[in-house]
Nanobody, 129 residues
Framework: QLQLVQSGGGSVQPGGSLSVSCVGSGPIFNYHAIAWFRQAPGKEREGVAC?????????????HYNDFIKGRITVSRDNTKNTVYLQMNSLKPEDTAVYYC?????????????????WGQGTQVTVSS
């Protein structure tokens, strides 16, 4: 059973930066693709980006699913720490949402929430002046 624990997030003014971390419960985390989703009040959960696991030393692929935030985020992972990071810059009020990390095994990357079997607890990101 894989457990994901998130940290980070918070409140920031427009144009600011925030990061969210997702820590997995063990080395098995490093063999999972990790996606970031977000859900704003009254809206459906939407995919933000996904990072695959390092397939035989070729590096982890990153797929972006949200054009609104695509150029303002960096997704990375540190397998020595069982951690995936979501760095968000130039934040806008429309980015306000609860951000979730989610994990799935295998090499494929998906933007669909139903493809992911493990979820973090969610982290609030609020962008407001």
């Amino acid at each position: 059973q894989l457990q994901l624990v998130q940290s980070g997030g918070g409140s920031v003014q427009p144009g600011g930066s925030l990061s969210v971390s997702c820590v997995g419960s063990g080395p098995i985390f490093n063999y999972h693709a990790i996606a970031w989703f977000r859900q704003a009040p009254g809206k459906e959960r939407e995919g933000v980006a996904c990072i695959g696991h390092d397939d035989r030393g070729r590096g982890a692929r990153v797929a972006h699913y949200n054009d609104f935030i695509k150029g303002r985020i960096t997704v990375s992972r540190d397998n020595t720490k069982n951690t995936v990071y979501l760095q968000m810059n130039s934040l806008k009020p429309e980015d306000t949402a609860v951000y979730y990390c989610a994990a799935k095994s295998g090499l494929s990357l998906y933007a669909t929430a139903s493809a992911y079997g493990y979820w973090g607890q969610g982290t609030q990101v609020t962008v407001s002046s």
